[in-house]
Nanobody, 123 residues
Framework: QVQLVESGGGLVQAGGSLRLSCAAS????????LGWFRQAAGKEREFVAA????????YYTDPVKGRFTISRDNARNMVYLQMNNLKPEDTAVYYC????????????????WGQGTQVTVSS
């Protein structure tokens, strides 16, 4: 069992930056792949980024490549999403998720989810 709690969301102007954090509790955190997903109002949840259990592999959706960076600290049971050059279309609720298995871009593969944190980017 893994519990996930996101933080770091807020309101930022276009071009600004935010760093989302996700604190995990539970056993064997370091063995889970971790991902960030987002859901904008009126839209389906979509994949943003994922990182393998040891941080050796990362994956990003095309719209955020070069702007977002996912990282993890297994000693502290934390995963992060650094978001730079934010755009209004990045506005969404961002969710952290844990996947027991291969690193995936598909939300159906993820076993545990946080409650989400709101990110709003003004133009």
């Amino acid at each position: 069992q893994v519990q996930l709690v996101e933080s770091g969301g807020g309101l930022v102007q276009a071009g600004g930056s935010l760093r989302l954090s996700c604190a995990a509790s539970g056993r064997r955190f370091s063995l889970y792949a971790l991902g960030w997903f987002r859901q904008a109002a009126g839209k389906e949840r979509e994949f943003v980024a994922a990182i393998s259990w040891n941080g050796g592999a990362t994956y990003y959706t095309d719209p955020v490549k070069g702007r977002f960076t996912i990282s993890r600290d297994n000693a502290r049971n934390m995963v992060y999403l650094q978001m730079n050059n934010l755009k209004p279309e990045d506005t969404a609720v961002y969710y952290c998720a844990a996947d027991w298995g291969v690193t995936s871009t598909h939300e159906g593969e993820y076993d545990y989810w946080g409650q989400g944190t709101q990110v709003t980017v003004s133009s």
